[in-house]
């Protein structure tokens, strides 16, 4: 694990302080994962990400998504994003249009049994509205447009709501490298 003295990511006094904790525990865990990532990474500082955002994690399984208890917290603590966000689609839970057995279902249904708490805590953190899940978020109708200047969160960007749905009322972070450009643990 990385030295939280010995960082090499430059971080601003404000990053430095919310990493100290003076914004509160819930606050401080947040920054700590940035801030690792980005370190993990070879990011050289953080940036501001200035426009809306897509995750790729729209279900509530357990082991895959990021766990209801830490969404909860983030709830709990105030904290939502400062731009909306839409989720990729959610599990064919519509049964009436699939063609299940009915053992199928129950395992379905127990398997997402979460999945409305969930729901209800990506809205509370920041999900655009109901509709807002989809494999296409930057396509005009869904209102996701990537501009050219802004920085803005993309599903590779982000490894969960975690990060960018816990900075309220100023600039979500976002690791960046040396050549200013957005950092992809994919490769291109």
């Known amino acids: 694990m990385t030295d939280l003295e ?8 404000e990053e430095q302080d919310i990493l100290q904790g003076k914004q509160g525990p819930t606050m401080q865990r947040v920054m700590k994962t940035v801030v690792l990532y980005g370190e993990a990474l070879g990011a050289e500082r953080l940036v501001d990400i200035e426009g809306n955002g897509h995750f790729v994690i ?8 990021p766990p209801l208890e830490m969404l909860e917290e983030l709830v709990a603590a105030g904290l939502k ?29 127990k398997l997402y049994r979460d999945q409305r708490r969930y729901d209800e805590r990506m809205r509370q953190l920041g999900l655009r509205d109901t509709d807002a899940y989809t494999c296409n978020p930057y396509q005009p109708e869904v209102g996701n447009i990537l501009a050219l200047t802004p920085t803005v ?3 590779e960007n982000l490894p969960s709501p ?5 900075i309220p009322d ?3 972070k976002g690791p960046k490298l040396k050549n200013d450009k957005p950092v992809s643990p994919i490769p291109p």
């Open 6 to 13: 010995n960082l090499k990511i430059k971080l601003t006094q």
């Open 81 to 109: 994003t400062k731009y909306p966000f839409t989720l990729d689609p959610k599990a064919p839970l519509d049964f009436e249009n699939l063609s299940l057995r009915p053992e199928q279902e129950r395992l379905l249904e």
């Open 153 to 155: 969160p993309l599903p």
């Open 58 to 65: 729209p279900w509530a399984t357990p082991g895959i998504a």
């Open 170 to 172: 100023i600039k979500v």
């Open 162 to 166: 975690w990060i960018a749905a816990s």
